[in-house]
């Protein structure tokens, strides 16, 4: 079993769509959770980075955690062609080891 | 303020051949990473390096696999030899601290004939 379970996709939605993306781990000791947003032959960027549980908003994104489910998300609102991705969530136990753990990523089609 | 540099940005090769990869940091990041990523895959930490320092390198395939960060400044990944399943994609990224948020570059695309 995979440290972290990420569904794949491909998921389409029309624009102007709520878009939820999520995770789930198995490690209890996951503390930090990112979300990335990797465009077609591009580096992964950084959306949102959060620590432990709760939510945190920017913008039209808005990132969960539930730890005690061991559970993130990622909310879209107002979804936009631009927002056609694939996007990874991303997580680490402590700062003094920063190492990150990826899903597979789930692309993502706005279809205008 | 520039992102991460990396050169070059494609690479064909044959297999054996030896491949090297560069990579500049965020001016004033301390930390660097190595990623492999594979087709329909998340990243995969290869090596960290803390300045001038590898402090987790315990993914790398140390037979073939080689990297170095002289100064503390930008860092170099090779290959010697490449193999056929070494094709993928090869991130750097960068951060402030440990514990800071990940910048990525926009990754070398090796393909190995």
């Known amino acids: 079993q995979k440290e972290v379970e990420q569904d794949p996709g491909p998921l389409s939605v029309p624009e102007g769509a709520i878009v939820s993306l999520n995770c789930t781990y198995s490690?209890?000791?996951?503390?930090?959770f990112m979300w990335y947003r990797q465009y077609s032959r591009k580096g992964p960027e950084l959306l949102m980075y959060?620590?432990?549980?709760g939510n945190k908003e920017d913008g039209r994104f808005t990132a969960q955690v539930d730890k005690s489910s061991k559970y993130i998300s990622l909310f879209i609102r107002d979804s936009q062609p631009s927002d056609s991705a694939t996007y990874l969530c991303?997580?680490?136990?402590?700062?003094?080891?920063?190492?990150?753990?990826f899903g597979t990523g789930t692309r993502l089609t706005v279809i205008p | 303020e520039a992102g991460v540099v990396q050169s070059p940005r494609y690479k064909i090769i044959e297999k054996k051949q030896p491949v090297a990869f560069w990579c500049n940091p965020i001016?004033?990041?301390?930390?660097l990473y190595w990623y492999l990523q594979n087709l329909g895959q998340g990243p995969e930490l290869l090596i960290r390096?803390?300045?001038?320092?590898?402090?987790?390198d315990s993914q790398l395939p140390k037979d073939r696999f080689s990297a170095e960060r002289l100064k503390g400044v930008d860092s170099t990944l090779k290959i010697q030899p490449a193999e056929l399943g070494d094709s993928a994609v090869y991130l750097c990224?960068?951060?402030?601290?440990?514990?800071?948020?990940?910048?990525f570059g926009p990754g070398t695309r090796l393909l190995v004939l």
């Open positions: 959060t620590y432990s549980s």
């Open positions: 991303a997580m680490s136990a402590r700062t003094g080891a920063n190492n990150l753990f």
């Open positions: 001016s004033g990041h301390n930390t």
């Open positions: 490690n209890s000791a996951f503390q930090y």
């Open positions: 990224a960068s951060s402030l601290d440990p514990g800071s948020g990940q910048y």
């Open positions: 390096y803390e300045n001038e320092e590898a402090v987790d």
